[in-house]
């Protein structure tokens, strides 16, 4: 027997569309969401408002008419970036947040930051101006095992931060740890926590155990199981902290299937019916507009959108392609590893 869930239009707070080629073969499939805050990270980086103008006026060109996404832009946080800028951007409203990459944790993150004190005035600036800093919580110290950087992170740099800068609003982005979950429940109302559609689904076996499977390969990496059902508590807890930010992260195949691939899952065509899937599982569906459409909204200081969509469950399942092309490559989804049997629609 059907199910029908009707929810206000979702909105993804952590997205990653790329550019040239790649952008026009993906942008469609976050087209249905009515925000998605977009990363910085392109080569080179967005680092001025001119430049994230420039790189949203792109994305509006991509998307398919009728569209409803509204890109909500951002910096990307270096070590020579100009306080004056970014307040000017914010104002002009050109752009949402600021992203810190620590150089070298993530994909396209060199430009990234070495000495936090650099970019005191920066914080201090954005604090005073109510400016999202949103955080890629690794370090990149070398003797720092990779399934411990987060927790290492909060710890070195994230709680200094906080501490140093009374007022900055702050957005833990992607968290994959029961430490990430308890340190954002420990804050206020100026800390908030993203967490993705596939580490809710997948443990580091899915990506290690019976052969290596590099479409799970992702940073953060994913972690222990204790660790994902303490991300399926959060998420389905309702609270107002917690919010979706898929982290859709496409790569080339090409690129993937390396000996050191890239890192990164596109999970942006099937992420409502895999999040549908999941809230029933936990028996929390009467949660999953919170955690999709309401409460990362209300962080951002926005209302929620105005539109609505239906997911309905039927017999059959929903169908997905394995894989989009961009120019001449190929990209995979996600493949959550069970059937999606919900179905999303426009109300």
């Known amino acids: 027997m059907n199910k029908s869930l009707t929810l ?28 998605a805050i977009i990363m910085p990270n392109l080569v080179p980086p967005v680092v001025t408002g001119a430049q994230a103008a420039a790189y949203r006026d792109r994305i ?21 970036t100009d306080p004056a800028d970014v307040v000017a951007a914010h104002q002009a409203g050109l752009i949402r947040a600021v992203k810190l990459y620590p ?35 690794e370090v990149t110290d070398p003797a720092v095992d990779i399934f ?8 070195r740099v994230l709680d200094p931060i906080r501490r140093a800068t009374p007022g900055l609003r702050v957005v833990m982005e992607h968290i994959t740890t029961a430490e990430g979950v308890a340190y954002a429940r420990s804050g206020g109302g100026d800390l908030g926590a993203t967490i ?56 080339p195949d090409s690129a993937k299937l390396q000996p050191c691939g890239c890192a990164g ?48 469950r039927r017999d059959t399942p929903a169908e997905y392609p394995a894989q989009i092309t961009a120019g001449d490559e190929t990209v995979t989804v996600f493949d959550p590893g069970f059937p999606l049997y919900w179905h999303q629609e426009d109300v």
């Not at 411990?148 to 710890?155: G, Y």
């Open 196 to 251: 993705t559609t596939h580490h809710l689904v997948i443990n580091r076996n899915a990506i290690l155990a019976g052969g290596i499977r590099p479409h799970y390969y992702c940073l953060p990496v994913a972690k222990r199981e204790t660790h994902r059902l303490a991300l399926r508590q959060a998420a389905t807890s309702g609270e107002a902290r917690f919010f979706l930010g898929t982290d859709s992260a496409p790569h």
């Open 103 to 137: 150089a070298g944790a993530t994909t396209n993150s060199a430009s990234g930051v070495t000495d936090f004190d650099r970019v005191r005035p920066v914080l201090e600036a954005m604090a005073q101006a109510g400016i999202p800093l949103c955080v890629h919580g």
């Open 265 to 312: 899952c596109f999970t942006a065509p099937n992420t409502m019916s895999i999040l549908a899937q999941v809230f029933e599982d936990d028996g929390a569906l009467d949660r999953l507009e919170a955690f999709t459409s309401l409460n990362g909204a209300a962080f951002y200081g926005l209302p929620p959108n105005a539109g609505k969509i239906r997911l309905t």
């Open 8 to 35: 206000t239009v979702p909105d993804d707070w952590h997205l990653h569309l790329r550019d040239g080629a790649m952008l026009h073969a993906v942008a469609a499939h976050s087209a249905g969401f009515g925000r």
């Open 148 to 155: 411990d950087r987060e927790a290492v992170f909060i710890d």
């Open 60 to 80: 509006l060109a991509a998307l398919p008419p009728g569209a409803r996404l509204q890109p909500q832009m951002t910096l990307y946080l270096t070590d020579s």
